[in-house]
């Protein structure tokens, strides 16, 4: 390679973009190319290193005895740790011809001091490890539009007239102005917009008399939100109300402006509010079921995008709730309609599930709900079949509306729910750990409430049955051994090789916070705003609360990267990930992840004493 050659590949791998032109130049200056054969030891176990290998072609093993810890390959480094602490712990060897090009140790280290951004990368707690790893990745495809505020987009003049103005006197004002919309305020300050769509659609079509007064077109009720919010929330607000614009407000509540989808499309190229209005008009399931489809199409033009996890599956959650809600309303027969309460539950009550994965709901009746039980079996069973159609898969564990058991009056519901927590049982702890992460999707909310308070009500501070609750956590192990190498399952030869991300790490979390919020009683159902909770509590101290939403993060990152690279290959989804596809610092950060599950879930062992149960 020549001089400019080997500068491109050193600044191409993270960290070392951050390095000055004269530090570059000193690597360049000092790096030597090293050939190795196949089965060739590169660094001994227990011996000082003396060299940073960056790797130009071949395969590298890095082994404690006989177990492989990680796989080391093109266009990645190692082992900057043995470096930094002047011991190799492990033993370093190719797998196949190798050539790299190799820096001494003192120059490493020299710049290393010199470098802030190197440095930090190095030395930095796991949480900003993760968390800087993340927003690395997320600023590769593009300008991350979480940083990017309301303010930065294209927001249209705010034209106020007063309600007295004649349809043809604010049709005049919005040519005049060159705005899309106007605003109203009346004599006590209520406030009301006219859109250039409503004088097509409801003056000219209903053949208005131009001289009535344009507050007979106007609509109230608008949305607000602050100019200096990220421009990401105010995509969610629009999903959310089913808006296509919302009116931008100061910090003094002043108007300074509207914000339309349009301006919005120039910072977020998805059709996120196309498919939300899609959801709202669909008038046949033909019509709902297209606008679900789209929603992996979403899914993936966020994750290219660099969006981050957290607000990918509020986006999703959003649309999913409103599709579940339609297709309620457009099913339910009379009676129900009014008298009950669709519900999620498990992943999808939590806001977390974001891609497809099975059907987590129930159904609520009020006690004095009139429908016969064959017209509920019916429509329930439709409704179930109908999502299956819609690409949601069903439930392995058949809870579902469609099953007679989660579909109840509320008075059978308590009697459920004090049969759940008298008689404990594996199934009996499972049913509650499903059921308290519902939430409501359509229908009447307060049935859900008052159910989860009367669960509180039972449990009443039982030390005994929170210690039960929790102890699942004890059956599943973190897949990272004592020299924080990968731990696969040898008895699964289907997945030989691979990790349950799942199973070894993000249930752990989500049960954790699971447990600790229904010791607290806490409604709050995402396990993020969970960990937020305890720790306003003083549950959960502050350092541990960020590693634990760093943690989460990371490992549902991953978990949704590698099934969306499933779905390219029309491979089944599931939980389980090869590390040796990851990259050096996806490898490490998820060993740094594991290691923070490890450490929470120590101290719920301590907690709720699973030892003694």
């Known amino acids: ?283 046949t399931l033909e019509e709902l079921k297209e606008a679900s489809l789209s929603f992996i199409k979403i899914i993936r033009s966020l994750n290219a995008k660099g969006v981050k996890i957290e607000f990918i599956a509020k986006l999703i959650n959003q649309l999913n709730k409103k599709l579940l809600d339609k297709l309620y309303v457009m099913l339910a027969p009379e009676e129900l309609l009014g008298k009950s309460s669709l519900v999620v539950m498990g992943s999808e009550g939590r806001g977390e599930q974001i891609l497809k994965t099975d059907q987590d709901n129930a159904l609520i009746l009020e006690n004095d709900c009139t429908i016969s039980d064959e017209k509920l079996q019916e429509f329930t069973t439709r409704f179930t079949e109908t999502l299956v159609d819609f690409g949601f898969p069903r439930c392995e564990g058949n809870i579902m509306v469609s099953n007679p058991y989660w579909c109840r009056r509320e008075s059978d519901f308590k009697d459920l729910i004090f049969e759940w927590v008298t008689q404990p049982s594996p199934d009996n702890f499972m049913n509650i750990a499903i059921f308290y992460d519902a939430v409501s999707v359509s229908g009447d909310r307060a049935l859900i409430l008052r159910l989860k308070e009367y669960l509180f009500k039972i449990i009443d501070n039982s030390q005994q049955f929170n210690s039960h609750f929790a102890k699942i956590i004890s059956s599943f192990d973190v897949p990272l051994g004592f020299f924080d190498g990968f731990v696969f399952n040898s008895k699964d030869n289907k997945h030989k090789n691979e990790l349950n991300i799942k199973k070894g790490g993000i249930f752990i979390i989500v049960q954790g916070m699971r447990s600790l919020s229904l010791e607290h009683k806490l409604y709050n159902t995402s396990t993020a705003k969970r960990i937020k909770r305890l720790n306003e509590l003083g549950v959960i101290e502050t350092e541990l609360a960020n590693e634990i939403t760093m943690a989460f993060n990371f490992l549902t990152n991953i978990n949704l990267k590698s099934n969306l690279e499933k779905l390219d290959k029309q491979e089944e989804v599931d939980n389980y990930i090869n590390p040796n596809t990851l990259n050096t610092m996806e490898k490490d950060l998820l060993k740094e992840s594991f290691k923070i599950v490890n450490k929470l879930k120590k101290k719920l062992e301590f907690h709720f004493k699973l030892n003694y149960v």
Do not use: W
Not at 49 to 75: A, M
């Open 1 to 283: 390679m020549s001089i400019p050659e080997q500068e491109s590949f050193i600044s191409s791998i993270h960290p070392f973009e951050s390095l000055t032109i004269n530090q570059l130049e000193l690597f360049v200056e000092n790096i030597d190319i090293a050939y190795f054969k196949e089965n060739e030891v590169i660094q001994k176990q227990n011996c000082e290193p003396t060299h940073l290998y960056f790797i130009l072609k071949g395969l590298i093993q890095e082994k404690q005895e006989d177990e492989v810890l990680s796989l080391y390959s093109k266009n990645e480094i190692f082992d900057s740790i043995s470096l930094i602490e002047n011991y190799s712990k492990n033993v370093f060897i190719t797998v196949e011809e190798t050539i790299c090009y190799i820096l001494p140790r003192d120059i490493f280290i020299k710049t290393l001091h010199e470098n802030s951004t190197l440095k930090n990368y190095f030395f930095q707690s796991i949480s900003e490890k993760i968390s800087n790893n993340i927003n690395n990745e997320n600023n590769k495809e593009m300008a991350n539009i979480m940083v990017a505020k309301i303010k930065d987009a294209k927001i249209h003049k705010a034209v106020i007239i007063d309600t007295e103005k004649t349809i043809f006197e604010a049709a005049s004002i919005i040519k005049k102005e060159k705005v899309p919309t106007v605003l109203l305020k009346d004599e006590k300050g209520e406030m009301y917009i006219v859109t250039d769509s409503d004088f097509r659609q409801k003056v000219i079509l209903n053949r208005m008399d131009f001289d009535d007064k344009v507050i007979k077109i106007a609509s109230k009720g608008l949305i607000y939100v602050n100019e200096d919010d990220f421009l990401f929330n105010a995509q969610l607000t629009m999903a959310k109300h089913g808006l296509k614009r919302v009116v931008v407000q100061n910090d003094k509540k002043e108007i300074v402006g509207i914000l339309d989808q349009i301006s919005l499309s120039s910072f977020f190229a998805t059709n996120t509010f196309s498919v939300s209005n899609q959801i709202v008009k669909a008038e």
